[in-house]
Protein backbone atom coordinates (compact mmCIF):
# COMPACT_ATOMS: atom_id res chain seq x y z
CA UNK A 1 0.00 0.00 0.00
CA UNK A 2 1.55 3.73 -1.08
CA UNK A 3 2.32 5.72 2.04
CA UNK A 4 -0.46 7.61 3.84
CA UNK A 5 1.18 10.35 3.43
CA UNK A 6 0.51 10.43 -0.20
CA UNK A 7 -2.65 12.04 -1.64
CA UNK A 8 -5.51 10.87 -2.09
CA UNK A 9 -5.27 10.74 -6.81
CA UNK A 10 -2.27 8.65 -6.18
CA UNK A 11 -3.67 6.58 -3.25
CA UNK A 12 -6.52 5.96 -5.81
CA UNK A 13 -4.36 4.90 -8.64
CA UNK A 14 -1.91 2.61 -7.10
CA UNK A 15 -3.26 1.34 -3.34
CA UNK A 16 -4.03 -2.01 -4.46
CA UNK A 17 -3.12 -2.12 -7.59
CA UNK A 18 0.30 -3.02 -7.51
CA UNK A 19 2.04 -4.38 -10.61
CA UNK A 20 1.15 -8.14 -10.92
CA UNK A 21 4.01 -9.96 -9.96
CA UNK A 22 4.04 -13.11 -13.10
CA UNK A 23 3.88 -10.58 -15.93
CA UNK A 24 4.51 -7.18 -14.48
CA UNK A 25 1.18 -5.58 -16.04
CA UNK A 26 0.53 -2.16 -14.88
CA UNK A 27 -3.86 -3.26 -14.49
CA UNK A 28 -4.79 -6.24 -11.56
CA UNK A 29 -5.70 -9.53 -13.72
CA UNK A 30 -9.58 -10.26 -13.83
CA UNK A 31 -9.22 -13.36 -12.07
CA UNK A 32 -12.04 -15.61 -13.57
CA UNK A 33 -11.78 -18.67 -11.44
CA UNK A 34 -14.08 -20.46 -8.88
CA UNK A 35 -11.50 -22.35 -7.26
CA UNK A 36 -7.90 -22.53 -6.92
CA UNK A 37 -5.55 -25.54 -6.53
CA UNK A 38 -4.51 -26.63 -3.05
CA UNK A 39 -0.75 -27.48 -2.76
CA UNK A 40 -1.54 -30.29 -0.38
CA UNK A 41 -4.51 -30.82 1.62
CA UNK A 42 -4.78 -27.80 4.37
CA UNK A 43 -2.05 -25.90 2.30
CA UNK A 44 -2.93 -23.64 -0.47
CA UNK A 45 -1.68 -20.01 -2.17
CA UNK A 46 -4.05 -17.61 0.24
CA UNK A 47 -7.30 -18.89 -1.93
CA UNK A 48 -9.66 -22.03 -1.55
CA UNK A 49 -12.76 -20.80 -3.17
CA UNK A 50 -13.69 -17.58 -5.10
CA UNK A 51 -17.03 -16.67 -2.83
CA UNK A 52 -14.16 -16.00 -0.12
CA UNK A 53 -11.64 -14.58 -1.93
CA UNK A 54 -10.72 -13.32 -5.15
CA UNK A 55 -7.85 -11.45 -6.17
CA UNK A 56 -9.25 -9.07 -7.94
CA UNK A 57 -11.68 -8.53 -5.39
CA UNK A 58 -9.35 -8.05 -2.75
CA UNK A 59 -7.15 -5.76 -4.34
CA UNK A 60 -10.34 -3.29 -4.72
CA UNK A 61 -11.09 -3.68 -1.18
CA UNK A 62 -7.58 -2.81 -0.06
CA UNK A 63 -8.32 0.28 -2.48
CA UNK A 64 -11.56 1.70 -0.98
CA UNK A 65 -10.30 1.05 2.31
CA UNK A 66 -7.59 3.30 1.42
CA UNK A 67 -9.55 6.35 0.13
CA UNK A 68 -11.83 5.94 3.38
CA UNK A 69 -9.24 5.86 5.78
CA UNK A 70 -10.85 2.37 7.29
CA UNK A 71 -9.19 -0.60 8.43
CA UNK A 72 -11.12 -2.79 6.29
CA UNK A 73 -13.59 -2.64 3.30
CA UNK A 74 -16.02 -5.55 1.97
CA UNK A 75 -17.80 -5.60 -1.24
CA UNK A 76 -21.15 -6.72 -2.28
CA UNK A 77 -23.33 -6.84 -5.70
CA UNK A 78 -24.90 -3.70 -4.96
CA UNK A 79 -25.18 -1.05 -2.33
CA UNK A 80 -28.65 -2.72 -1.12
CA UNK A 81 -26.91 -5.92 -0.35
CA UNK A 82 -24.15 -3.72 1.55
CA UNK A 83 -27.32 -2.70 3.89
CA UNK A 84 -28.40 -5.48 4.07
CA UNK A 85 -25.23 -7.33 5.06
CA UNK A 86 -24.38 -4.23 7.50
CA UNK A 87 -27.64 -4.81 9.23
CA UNK A 88 -26.86 -8.61 10.08
CA UNK A 89 -24.69 -7.24 13.54
CA UNK A 90 -27.89 -6.73 14.47
CA UNK A 91 -30.63 -9.64 16.02
CA UNK A 92 -34.46 -9.74 16.89
CA UNK A 93 -35.20 -6.94 18.68
CA UNK A 94 -32.77 -4.62 18.22
CA UNK A 95 -33.87 -0.54 17.19
CA UNK A 96 -32.22 1.35 14.10
CA UNK A 97 -32.21 5.07 13.89
CA UNK A 98 -32.36 6.67 10.47
CA UNK A 99 -32.57 9.26 8.37
CA UNK A 100 -36.00 10.05 6.92
CA UNK A 101 -35.54 10.99 3.67
CA UNK A 102 -33.11 8.28 2.86
CA UNK A 103 -33.00 6.84 -0.96
CA UNK A 104 -36.44 4.74 -1.16
CA UNK A 105 -34.64 1.21 -1.31
CA UNK A 106 -33.24 1.58 1.81
CA UNK A 107 -36.16 2.41 3.73
CA UNK A 108 -37.64 -0.28 1.42
CA UNK A 109 -35.41 -3.43 2.52
CA UNK A 110 -36.18 -1.85 6.02
CA UNK A 111 -39.15 -1.84 6.63
CA UNK A 112 -40.70 -4.92 4.05
CA UNK A 113 -37.44 -6.95 4.85
CA UNK A 114 -35.66 -6.73 7.66
CA UNK A 115 -38.67 -5.45 10.00
CA UNK A 116 -39.99 -9.03 9.44
CA UNK A 117 -36.86 -10.84 10.78
CA UNK A 118 -37.91 -8.09 14.05
CA UNK A 119 -35.48 -5.36 13.57
CA UNK A 120 -37.04 -2.10 14.38
CA UNK A 121 -36.93 1.05 12.66
CA UNK A 122 -36.76 4.91 13.55
CA UNK A 123 -37.04 7.87 11.06
CA UNK A 124 -36.08 10.66 12.21
CA UNK A 125 -34.52 14.59 10.52
CA UNK A 126 -31.02 13.97 11.74
CA UNK A 127 -30.22 17.18 10.08
CA UNK A 128 -31.21 18.59 13.57
CA UNK A 129 -28.92 16.28 15.99
CA UNK A 130 -31.54 16.77 18.48
CA UNK A 131 -33.89 14.25 16.92
CA UNK A 132 -31.47 11.76 17.01
CA UNK A 133 -30.32 11.76 20.49
CA UNK A 134 -34.34 11.83 21.38
CA UNK A 135 -34.59 8.69 19.08
CA UNK A 136 -32.32 6.79 20.78
CA UNK A 137 -33.48 3.67 23.13
CA UNK A 138 -31.63 1.28 25.13
CA UNK A 139 -32.62 -0.94 22.02
CA UNK A 140 -30.99 0.87 19.42
CA UNK A 141 -27.42 -0.59 18.17
CA UNK A 142 -27.07 1.34 14.70
CA UNK A 143 -27.57 5.26 13.68
CA UNK A 144 -27.91 5.33 9.61
CA UNK A 145 -27.54 8.51 7.85
CA UNK A 146 -27.54 9.67 4.73
CA UNK A 147 -25.80 13.33 3.85
CA UNK A 148 -26.68 14.96 1.60
CA UNK A 149 -29.70 13.11 1.68
CA UNK A 150 -31.71 11.80 -1.55
CA UNK A 151 -32.78 14.21 -2.99
CA UNK A 152 -33.88 16.55 -0.44
CA UNK A 153 -29.78 17.41 -0.09
CA UNK A 154 -30.67 18.19 3.75
CA UNK A 155 -27.00 17.43 5.25
CA UNK A 156 -26.57 16.07 8.50
CA UNK A 157 -23.35 16.79 11.08
CA UNK A 158 -21.54 13.83 11.01
CA UNK A 159 -19.48 15.10 13.77
CA UNK A 160 -22.42 15.94 16.22
CA UNK A 161 -23.78 13.02 15.28
CA UNK A 162 -21.28 10.81 16.05
CA UNK A 163 -20.38 12.42 19.63
CA UNK A 164 -24.00 11.59 20.27
CA UNK A 165 -24.19 8.17 19.21
CA UNK A 166 -20.13 7.09 21.03
CA UNK A 167 -22.06 8.56 24.31
CA UNK A 168 -25.07 6.45 24.37
CA UNK A 169 -22.69 2.99 23.24
CA UNK A 170 -24.27 3.08 19.73
CA UNK A 171 -22.58 2.65 16.34
CA UNK A 172 -22.95 5.34 13.35
CA UNK A 173 -22.79 4.15 9.62
CA UNK A 174 -22.98 6.54 6.84
CA UNK A 175 -24.06 6.52 3.18
CA UNK A 176 -21.33 8.46 1.12
CA UNK A 177 -23.01 7.52 -2.08
CA UNK A 178 -23.49 11.22 -2.94
CA UNK A 179 -20.33 12.89 -2.39
CA UNK A 180 -17.46 9.83 -2.46
CA UNK A 181 -14.73 9.48 -0.67
CA UNK A 182 -13.14 12.91 -2.52
CA UNK A 183 -15.92 15.10 -1.34
CA UNK A 184 -16.30 13.77 2.45
CA UNK A 185 -14.50 11.47 4.86
CA UNK A 186 -17.45 10.36 7.28
CA UNK A 187 -14.12 8.11 9.52
CA UNK A 188 -12.33 11.73 9.90
CA UNK A 189 -15.14 12.58 11.01
CA UNK A 190 -16.52 9.87 14.11
CA UNK A 191 -18.24 7.33 12.05
CA UNK A 192 -18.17 3.72 12.74
CA UNK A 193 -19.13 1.93 9.37
CA UNK A 194 -19.29 3.93 5.71
CA UNK A 195 -21.35 2.51 3.05
CA UNK A 196 -21.55 3.14 -0.89
CA UNK A 197 -23.82 2.29 -3.75
CA UNK A 198 -20.37 1.77 -5.70
CA UNK A 199 -22.76 2.09 -8.97
CA UNK A 200 -22.32 5.43 -8.93
CA UNK A 201 -19.64 7.85 -8.13
CA UNK A 202 -16.76 5.19 -7.59
CA UNK A 203 -17.90 3.19 -10.01
CA UNK A 204 -18.20 6.51 -12.51
CA UNK A 205 -18.95 5.20 -16.04
CA UNK A 206 -22.13 4.04 -15.13
CA UNK A 207 -21.59 0.09 -16.14
CA UNK A 208 -21.54 -2.67 -13.15
CA UNK A 209 -23.58 -2.52 -10.08
CA UNK A 210 -21.84 -2.75 -6.67
CA UNK A 211 -21.97 -1.87 -3.00
CA UNK A 212 -18.87 -1.12 -0.31
CA UNK A 213 -18.68 -1.10 3.66
CA UNK A 214 -15.95 0.13 4.68
CA UNK A 215 -15.21 -0.82 8.57
CA UNK A 216 -13.64 0.44 11.47
CA UNK A 217 -13.31 -2.05 13.91
CA UNK A 218 -11.69 -5.84 13.91
CA UNK A 219 -15.20 -7.55 14.85
CA UNK A 220 -16.99 -5.22 11.88
CA UNK A 221 -14.47 -6.63 9.53
CA UNK A 222 -15.08 -10.75 10.19
CA UNK A 223 -18.80 -10.07 11.04
CA UNK A 224 -18.76 -8.70 7.35
CA UNK A 225 -15.91 -11.55 6.02
CA UNK A 226 -18.73 -14.29 7.19
CA UNK A 227 -21.83 -12.79 5.95
CA UNK A 228 -19.76 -12.53 2.25
CA UNK A 229 -18.67 -16.42 2.69
CA UNK A 230 -22.38 -17.60 4.35
CA UNK A 231 -24.79 -15.06 1.88
CA UNK A 232 -22.54 -15.36 -1.12
CA UNK A 233 -23.46 -11.78 -2.24
CA UNK A 234 -20.09 -10.93 -3.50
CA UNK A 235 -19.14 -8.33 -6.26
CA UNK A 236 -17.75 -10.68 -9.55
CA UNK A 237 -14.56 -10.58 -10.76
CA UNK A 238 -14.90 -8.45 -14.20
CA UNK A 239 -16.86 -6.00 -11.89
CA UNK A 240 -14.28 -5.13 -9.39
CA UNK A 241 -12.30 -4.72 -12.14
CA UNK A 242 -14.61 -1.98 -13.40
CA UNK A 243 -14.44 -0.86 -10.26
CA UNK A 244 -10.68 -0.52 -9.78
CA UNK A 245 -10.58 1.00 -12.90
CA UNK A 246 -13.41 3.76 -12.12
CA UNK A 247 -11.45 4.65 -8.88
CA UNK A 248 -8.37 5.78 -10.75
CA UNK A 249 -9.77 8.64 -11.99
CA UNK A 250 -12.29 9.34 -9.04
CA UNK A 251 -10.20 12.55 -8.48
CA UNK A 252 -10.32 14.28 -11.57
CA UNK A 253 -13.83 13.38 -11.85
CA UNK A 254 -15.06 14.39 -8.84
CA UNK A 255 -13.49 18.09 -9.66
CA UNK A 256 -14.94 18.30 -12.90
CA UNK A 257 -18.26 17.04 -11.21
CA UNK A 258 -18.02 20.00 -8.00
CA UNK A 259 -17.73 22.25 -10.91
CA UNK A 260 -19.87 21.49 -13.34
CA UNK A 261 -22.50 21.07 -10.27
CA UNK A 262 -21.83 24.63 -8.62
CA UNK A 263 -22.13 25.93 -12.36
CA UNK A 264 -25.59 24.26 -12.78
CA UNK A 265 -26.57 25.09 -9.87
CA UNK A 266 -25.93 28.37 -10.14
CA UNK A 267 -27.70 28.76 -13.64
CA UNK A 268 -30.54 26.98 -12.62
CA UNK A 269 -31.60 29.02 -9.34
CA UNK A 270 -32.59 32.13 -11.61
CA UNK A 271 -34.12 30.78 -14.69
CA UNK A 272 -38.04 31.74 -14.67
CA UNK A 273 -39.10 27.83 -15.31
CA UNK A 274 -37.50 26.51 -11.55
CA UNK A 275 -39.31 27.31 -8.67
CA UNK A 276 -36.55 26.36 -5.66
CA UNK A 277 -32.75 24.32 -6.31
CA UNK A 278 -31.52 22.11 -3.46
CA UNK A 279 -28.12 22.15 -3.73
CA UNK A 280 -26.11 22.93 -0.22
CA UNK A 281 -23.13 24.91 -2.77
CA UNK A 282 -25.60 27.50 -2.63
CA UNK A 283 -25.33 29.97 -0.17
CA UNK A 284 -29.42 30.22 0.19
CA UNK A 285 -28.97 26.38 1.39
CA UNK A 286 -30.24 26.24 5.16
CA UNK A 287 -27.09 24.46 5.82
CA UNK A 288 -24.61 25.58 3.25
CA UNK A 289 -22.26 26.58 5.93
CA UNK A 290 -21.85 23.43 7.56
CA UNK A 291 -21.49 21.58 3.86
CA UNK A 292 -18.62 24.07 3.88
CA UNK A 293 -16.90 22.90 6.94
CA UNK A 294 -17.38 18.84 6.65
CA UNK A 295 -17.24 18.48 3.01
CA UNK A 296 -14.20 19.23 0.41
CA UNK A 297 -16.86 20.41 -2.26
CA UNK A 298 -20.41 20.08 -2.97
CA UNK A 299 -20.88 17.59 -5.65
CA UNK A 300 -22.67 17.39 -8.61
CA UNK A 301 -26.08 16.10 -7.17
CA UNK A 302 -28.83 19.04 -7.71
CA UNK A 303 -32.60 18.90 -7.05
CA UNK A 304 -35.21 21.36 -8.28
CA UNK A 305 -39.12 21.87 -8.39
CA UNK A 306 -40.99 22.43 -11.49
CA UNK A 307 -44.42 22.99 -9.72
CA UNK A 308 -46.09 19.86 -11.09
CA UNK A 309 -45.84 16.45 -12.73
CA UNK A 310 -46.97 18.25 -16.27
CA UNK A 311 -44.25 20.14 -16.00
CA UNK A 312 -41.77 17.91 -14.87
CA UNK A 313 -42.46 15.23 -17.61
CA UNK A 314 -42.61 18.45 -20.27
CA UNK A 315 -38.91 19.07 -19.05
CA UNK A 316 -37.90 15.30 -18.80
CA UNK A 317 -39.26 14.52 -22.51
CA UNK A 318 -37.31 17.52 -24.46
CA UNK A 319 -34.06 16.86 -22.32
CA UNK A 320 -31.88 16.12 -25.68
CA UNK A 321 -27.99 15.58 -23.65
CA UNK A 322 -29.34 14.24 -20.20
CA UNK A 323 -30.89 11.34 -19.92
CA UNK A 324 -33.72 10.44 -17.90
CA UNK A 325 -32.79 7.53 -15.98
CA UNK A 326 -32.05 5.71 -12.60
CA UNK A 327 -28.96 5.79 -10.84
CA UNK A 328 -26.63 8.72 -10.77
CA UNK A 329 -22.78 9.48 -10.57
CA UNK A 330 -21.99 8.41 -14.01
CA UNK A 331 -19.51 10.36 -15.84
CA UNK A 332 -23.10 11.54 -18.30
CA UNK A 333 -25.94 13.85 -17.13
CA UNK A 334 -28.20 11.87 -15.39
CA UNK A 335 -31.93 12.83 -14.51
CA UNK A 336 -34.58 11.27 -12.49
CA UNK A 337 -38.29 11.91 -11.52
CA UNK A 338 -38.11 10.81 -7.43
CA UNK A 339 -41.42 10.20 -7.35
CA UNK A 340 -41.79 7.30 -10.17
CA UNK A 341 -38.13 6.23 -9.88
CA UNK A 342 -36.38 6.43 -6.54
CA UNK A 343 -39.09 7.06 -4.11
CA UNK A 344 -42.23 5.25 -5.77
CA UNK A 345 -41.83 2.55 -2.65
CA UNK A 346 -42.16 5.36 -0.26
CA UNK A 347 -45.93 6.04 -1.28
CA UNK A 348 -47.66 9.13 -1.61
CA UNK A 349 -48.02 9.74 1.69
CA UNK A 350 -44.82 9.25 3.23
CA UNK A 351 -43.54 11.41 0.15
CA UNK A 352 -45.32 13.89 0.81
CA UNK A 353 -44.11 14.28 4.57
CA UNK A 354 -40.47 14.53 3.42
CA UNK A 355 -41.24 17.34 0.48
CA UNK A 356 -41.00 14.84 -2.57
CA UNK A 357 -43.64 16.11 -5.03
CA UNK A 358 -44.74 15.34 -8.33
CA UNK A 359 -42.61 18.56 -9.48
CA UNK A 360 -39.45 17.44 -7.98
CA UNK A 361 -36.89 16.15 -10.27
CA UNK A 362 -33.30 15.15 -9.27
CA UNK A 363 -29.92 16.07 -11.60
CA UNK A 364 -26.84 14.22 -11.62
CA UNK A 365 -24.37 16.74 -13.84
CA UNK A 366 -22.13 14.95 -15.73
CA UNK A 367 -18.99 15.76 -16.32
CA UNK A 368 -19.42 17.07 -20.38
CA UNK A 369 -18.88 20.90 -21.17
CA UNK A 370 -20.66 22.77 -18.97
CA UNK A 371 -22.31 24.78 -21.27
CA UNK A 372 -23.78 21.49 -23.10
CA UNK A 373 -25.04 20.79 -19.87
CA UNK A 374 -26.70 24.47 -19.22
CA UNK A 375 -27.90 24.66 -22.49
CA UNK A 376 -29.74 21.28 -22.76
CA UNK A 377 -31.47 22.57 -19.33
CA UNK A 378 -32.18 25.59 -20.75
CA UNK A 379 -33.92 24.44 -23.92
CA UNK A 380 -36.07 21.52 -21.86
CA UNK A 381 -36.91 24.33 -19.27
CA UNK A 382 -38.21 26.72 -21.98
CA UNK A 383 -39.59 24.06 -24.49
Request: glycine content about 10%.
Amino acid sequence: MVSKKHGFATRAIHDGQAPEGLTGAVNVPIFLTSTYQQEEIGKNKGHEYARLTNPTRDALEESLCSLEGGTSAHVFGSGMAAITAMCTMMKSGDHVVCSDNVYGGTQRVFDKVLANYGLKFTYVDTSVAENVAAAITPATKLVHIETPTNPMMAITDIRAVADICRAKGVELSVDNTFLSPYLQQPIALGADIVMHSTTKFLNGHSDGLGGVLICTKPEQAERFRFVQKCTGGILSPFESYLLLRGVKTLAVRMKQHDANGRAVADFLKGHKSVKKVFYPGLAEHPQHELAKRQQNGFGSMISIELGSLEQANNFAKRLRLGYLAESLGGVETLICHPATMTHAAVGAEGRAKLGITDGLMRISAGIEDVEDIIADLDQALRG
